[in-house]
């Protein structure tokens, strides 16, 4: 099928429904923005099929999941207003590609599927034009092949892309001729846009000032936040320890996730000498009260961060009991988008952990003629450390994404082996204080790439320090950022104490400034630098900084305006 036109696209016929973006989506839409061509927030999954495979039935199953699901047909637009929207159009190309690796051996495979991964990262999605997600079928045999489905994380999250390989499977029975029931109509994702507009946002607000009222500044556990080598390493639990960590699960009521987020607390704050920390932690975000939510389509998780304080005196489980209530209060909160939890400045913690809870298949079919299983996924994100915790039915695994640039893979093995032996003692002596835990474990790690134990910014506040004194534009760079701002955030002459964010800007504003200055300035400016330094003239100094310590141009900025 060929790909619509553009004209197509926007014409009123083609157009099925537009809706504004629910916070996680502008965020992913920021990131993406402001990363350019990184393949940040492109999951890929591969599943192995067994079993012959009908290619022509296979791309028809692929072309009706998105017939059935409007995020599959879902193009998003920032340029045209100040806020973001969403275009759902009646129809958008289902080609599946075809590979034939059958000649080639397991490790050749297994090669060919990683190089695969980086090309599909390479290839970045079109976000104004649908679909934002791409499937391959690899032939590996007479009865194997590989399913691999690539695609924008501002459409799915990891249970939808669960639930529609589920579907995908019993689409390909039914167009194999098998007579399996046919699927209940799937519910629109426009149904948790509408529940998010009638969220109380002051009360949701009041919650997170007061959650994190008094905590410490930014917490960093590593030295730095560069992620241009994102790398992957992976951690498998010992069975004992599994059996362990169960056990102990069970005895005290504690869920896993608050096991895994107090052993990183504890982690965090024995590397670090903090007692206060915070990390991040990512919900299904799936609202009990918005009904069908459990088996809608598209991206409802958010991250929302865990303030962890070390009572040294108290018992771990009690410790873990407080940590499980004060994380259960965010709940009715955790729809609320980072950016506005945090405020502006710098981010509140560089570290977060995934830890995924999947339900079962729900519509599994009958004596079907393909199988699938597990078999491997490939997802960055802008954080340059990011834990997935993945249970399941032989134990657990912990895949550790790192920022090469900062930290090296030894340095991550070390992280995984002390938080293996943290986890050890925690489950094996709740009722040791928490105190006594951290005693038992061997002196922090000194190896290149973890942040200085001691060495943390001041007290968190959303807001800035005062302006300096007014003054008039000085320097070619400031002229350049004058001009940039009063066209996109259409305002009027400005001087060198103009506050981005003051004027009316955001994070979507902020990325489409930096991509404008991008062209026009010598060294690569990252997005954060403008959160970082919202003052005109404090921006500008920041840029020539950079540019001096690059040795790139002149004291001559030329620009094309």
Known sequence: MPHPSSAAITGRNAIADIYPLSPMQEGLLFHTVSS??????????????RGAVDGAALEAAWRGLIQRHGVLRTGFHWEERDEPFQVVVRDAPAAVT????????????????????AANRATTFDLRRPPLARAQWIETGPQDSILVVCYHHIILDGWSI????????????????ADTPPLPDAPPYSAYIGWLKRRDRATSASFWRSYLAGAPGSTRLLSGDATTRFQRYTWTCPPDLHRSMKACCTASGHTLNTLLQGALGLFIAWQTGADDIVFGTTTSGRPP?????????????NTIPVRVAIDRAQPLDH????????????MEHEHVPLSEIQGRGASLFDTLLVVENFTARDHAPQQPALTSEGLDFDERTHFPLTLWARPHADGLTLDIGYSADVISAATIADMASRLAALLAVMSRAPAE???????????????????????????????????????????????????????????????????????GGHSLLAARVISRLRGALPVRLPVRALFEQPVLSELAAHIDGLVAQSGAGDDHIEVEL
Not at 36 to 49: E, F, K
Not at 172 to 177: D, H, L, N
Not at 290 to 300: K, P, R, V, Y
């Open 36 to 49: 350019g061509t990184d393949g940040l927030y492109m999951p890929q999954t591969a599943i192995r099929l």
């Open 162 to 177: 669960r639930k529609l390989l589920e579907e995908f499977l019993l689409l390909y029975q039914r167009e194999t001729g």
């Open 433 to 503: 204080t928490v105190g006594a835990i951290l005693a038992q474990l061997p002196p922090a790690s000194t190896a290149l790439g973890f942040a200085v134990g001691g060495d943390r910014p001041a007290a968190h506040d959303p807001t800035r320090a005062a302006s300096p004194p007014r003054r008039q534009l000085t320097t070619p760079t400031e002229a350049l950022l004058a001009t940039t701002w009063q066209d996109v955030l259409k305002c009027g002459a400005l001087q060198s104490d103009a506050n981005f964010f003051e004027l």
């Open 289 to 301: 009260t918005l009904a069908g939510a459990t088996s809608m389509i598209g991206l409802f998780i």
């Open 98 to 117: 075809t590979l034939n690796w059958s000649a080639a051996s397991d490790a050749e495979q297994r090669a060919k599927l990683s190089d695969l991964f």
């Open 319 to 330: 410790w873990l009991a407080d940590l499980q209530t004060r994380q259960a209060t965010t």
